[in-house]
């Protein structure tokens, strides 16, 4: 099993709402990582899970909260988003960190908030 | 800070034609990686080098460590292959740093 799964594949939420994003891997990886990707630009990092502890966060709004309830699972935790908040967000592994092994990424949830 | 950057942004090609993109970036790395992204989101990894040249399928990709640049090669192009592809550097104690990407169209 080579495969990152996200689910939902689309959300949209209000302003108000609290949502989550979930993905998840069963090839062992040690490294998660969440990115946010706007139209026609490169995808921008977001967090990175080492060995299930946050290691990177890049000053990211408190309204993106990650978790990682454990090696295989990642989540994204949503609350009181932004009209530019909509993006597609990526989630991706790789068997260590700091881009040293192949990254396997998921399909991505397009979130729009209205 | 490493920047990695691409060339063309955008290529347009008939069904057929050999295809190169290029990447360089500034900063020593450990590993170079090569992206496929189709419309639909998801991305693809191709390619992961650290040196020389790597051959799957139609695609081939090299690198040169000394002059800091990767190419990515598609032989016989088809329209399936219309995608964005992305360049990231990784290692050496950074994380992926990705390219702006080049957008490929192929036509029939």
């Known amino acids: 099993d080579t495969e990152v799964t996200q689910t939902p594949k689309h959300l949209v939420m209000g302003m108000t709402n609290k949502k989550s994003l979930k993905c998840e891997q069963h090839?062992?990886?040690?490294?998660m990582y969440w990115y946010k990707q706007k139209a026609k630009k490169p995808p921008e990092l977001m967090f990175v899970?080492?060995?299930?502890?946050?290691?990177i966060n890049e000053s990211v709004p408190s309204r993106f909260s990650p978790e990682c309830p454990n090696s295989s699972l990642l989540n994204l935790h949503l609350h009181a988003l932004q009209p530019e908040d909509s993006a597609l967000y990526l989630c991706?592994?790789?068997?260590?960190?700091?881009?040293?092994?192949?990254?396997?990424f998921g399909q991505g949830t397009r979130l729009t908030v209205v | 800070k490493n920047e990695v950057e691409q060339s063309p942004q955008n290529l347009t090609a008939q069904e057929g034609e050999f295809i190169t993109i290029n990447c360089s970036y500034s900063?020593?790395?450990?590993?170079l990686h090569w992206l496929q992204q189709h419309p639909g989101g998801g991305i693809v990894s191709l390619f992961m080098?650290?040196?020389g040249k790597k051959k799957h399928g139609r695609l081939i990709a090299t690198i040169n460590i000394q002059e800091k640049h990767s190419s990515l090669h598609i032989t016989a192009s088809h329209p399936r292959d219309s995608a964005v592809y992305i360049c990231?550097?990784?290692?050496?104690?950074?994380?992926?740093?990705f390219g702006p990407g080049t957008r490929l169209s192929v036509l029939p």
């Open positions: 900063v020593g790395i450990s590993a």
């Open positions: 080098l650290s040196s």
């Open positions: 090839m062992g990886h040690r490294a």
């Open positions: 991706a592994s790789s068997q260590e960190g700091q881009g040293e092994t192949e990254a396997f």
């Open positions: 899970y080492s060995y299930e502890k946050l290691s």
């Open positions: 990231a550097a990784g290692g050496n104690g950074q994380n992926f740093v």
